[in-house]
């Protein structure tokens, strides 16, 4: 199954640690079965080249962290993939989503669901269930998405003991 990162920055000098954060809770046998790929790139890169570089991944799910400052330019990119490609799932998090996703999630009906809060303690069992293929990533926390046009939203997640939580540095996806 090829899980692949969005990783959409305003510029080469900031890169993300959410895929690294996520990544590193990851127990060693969830990471083997996952085949992650990232595809990285600013607000200034070509969209057609992003959306070219994602389909030869064969993205079975797409993961990307939105701001303020990609929002736009990930969704559009996402909305020519799915398109495309048609992965199983396509989910999103990041600040852009703390608040009532509703009305995103009703006009961008290609997005699977968003997350909204800290998904480290989450996203062990929210990796397992894709892997899985079942549902009951649905059961977690901190996940919008509308299905069978019913929307469905869970409290905010939060980490519970951050003294727990592996090092972003733990990850190959740290750079």
Known sequence: MNFIWLDINASWSHSSLALPALHSQLDSNIKQE?????????????ISSIVEQTIKTEP????ATCWLFNINYINEVLSR?????????????????????YEFLLSKPYITAVFKGE???????F????????????QLEGWEYIEN???DTTAEQS????SQLKNPEDS????
């Open 81 to 101: 993939v799915a398109a495309i490609s048609k992965p199983k799932g396509i989910f999103l998090g990041g600040p852009e989503f703390l608040g009532n996703n």
């Open 172 to 175: 190959e996806f740290f750079c």
């Open 127 to 138: 990796v397992e269930s894709l892997l899985k293929q079942d549902s009951r990533w649905k």
């Open 159 to 162: 980490v519970k003991d951050f």
């Open 119 to 125: 998904g480290e303690d989450m996203f062990p069992m």
């Open 60 to 63: 079975s799910y797409i993961f």
């Open 34 to 46: 996952c085949n992650w790929q990232v595809v990285r790139g600013t607000i200034k890169s070509s």
């Open 149 to 151: 046009g019913k929307y």
